[in-house]
């Protein structure tokens, strides 16, 4: 089974940077797609980033495109959200999923097959 966990968020000034981290534990993910979505309470999950099995493509929401930037380790059992410039327009909930069509770094949601438990992000102004 794969089980994701989340690390990295917490609490940065506008202008700030953060890089959140998403590992797997139990089954291995590096043939896998991951993504970065977001989620304010009472808003729907919001896709951010997304990056294919190799790291060879990716996809950004434009909202992020130019701050954040996806990677995955070097082994790609892991993945990271570079976060900069950061915005209080950024404060969520931020969960990493896990993709086993490893070939799409996919926007959707629901495509995704496996997801953690989320990291709060705050961005003060």
């Known amino acids: 089974q794969v089980l994701l966990e989340e690390s990295g968020g917490g609490l940065v000034q506008a202008g700030g940077s953060l890089r959140l981290s998403c590992a797997s534990t139990?089954?291995?993910?590096?043939?896998?797609?991951m993504g970065w979505f977001r989620q304010v309470l009472g808003k729907e999950r919001e896709f951010a980033a997304a990056?294919?099995?190799?790291?060879?493509?990716?996809n950004y929401a434009d909202s992020v495109k130019g701050r954040f930037a996806i990677s995955r380790g070097y082994v790609k059992n892991t993945a990271y959200l570079q976060m900069n410039s950061l915005k209080p327009e950024d404060t969520a909930v931020y969960y990493c999923?896990?993709?086993?069509?490893?070939?799409?770094?996919?926007?959707?949601?629901?495509?995704?097959?496996?997801w953690g438990q989320g990291t709060q992000v705050t961005v003060s102004s």
């Open positions: 999923a896990a993709d086993r069509q490893g070939e799409r770094p996919t926007v959707v949601a629901g495509w995704y097959d496996y």
């Open positions: 139990g089954y291995s993910v590096h043939m896998y797609g």
């Open positions: 990056i294919n099995w190799s790291g060879s493509s990716t």
